[in-house]
């Protein structure tokens, strides 16, 4: 069996490891490029949106790299997210690639599919072992999470630009080789001390910004041009409201157990948006106030072309903006999305908001 599954940032990576230990191939595709996109693009329906299409052409790259076997998530709510994968399975199967697909529904919609997927994948797999690894992987993507989290908040300050890039990149590849969670904490202490130790300039003007948005073009840089990268480097100390360790907590082993999690952000959204409508919607405006309340300087929504949840919520932040003072610049992403463009719109952006903190700072003396 020679498995294969999308990238969602570096998280995929670690799971390589495990999946190899049950005695499976791993293929792991190229990081999401324009020739991926272009392949999902051609065949994909038009108004799909834009993870539908990267993830298609991941697809498509891990099958011509010999895969056979295809790892994907399922989804619920009102928008399209339940669909994605079925569809992608016919298309595939059309193409005439010759494959099994595995997907994981959130626990409570199909606890036993997640049982039976994992006894499929771990092949007699002792338990022991199994509970050992997936321990080591939750400890692996934690420490990715919070590395990524440092990096978003020094990379406004350091003095070598592209440094703090440079670091965390690095640091990734360490992370994905530990063999236990013995070797994880110590690497926990190894790469803060690393990220503590680039050197940062504390007199510049610097203004926090939240990143809200849904979730694949949220967490993989690929689909949002590295707009973390870019934000960071132009002086703005990022919050992302989004990490996988948060969302598996809320949305896999809360949801598990049919409880709702994330409970301050949908109360914040009540007033506004009371229902879940699909994808992200809620939590964007949610998160949109309360980095307001906390007197974040600006927010920017992320959100595929096509998305209704976003698209909701973007016409719900316009208000939002207004009431809170707080500007909000929503970027929607497609194949036609150019990085150059986005540069020029986000340096406009920062300088606004670094123009308004000024302005705020002086009036309050
Ligand atoms: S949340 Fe948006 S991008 Fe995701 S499946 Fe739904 S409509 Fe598409």
Redesign the pocket.
Known sequence: MKIAYPYLGPTPLPFKSMLETFGNEVVVPPRPSKRTLDIGVKHAPEF?????KIVLGTFIECLEMGADTLITSG?V?P??????APLQEKILKDIGYDFDMLIFEPPSKDLKGIIKNVRYLSKGTPGLVIFRQIQLLWQKIKLLDDLERKSHQIRAREVEKGKTSDVYKDQINKVFEANSVREVNLLKKETMEEMDSIPLDLDRTVVKVGIVG????VLEPASNLEIEESLGEMGAVIDRSMFITGWTKSNAILDAVHMAGEADIKKAAEPYLPEMI????QDSVGHTILYAEQDFDGVIQL??F?????IVAKSILTKISAEYDIPVLTFFLDEQTGKAGMQTRLEAFVDLLIRKREKKEAAAG
């Open positions: 799909a949106c834009l993870p539908f989804g709510g928008c399209r997210a339940g669909q994605y849904e979730i694949y073009v699909g994808g992200h919607g959100a595929p096509t998305c209704i949840p976003e």
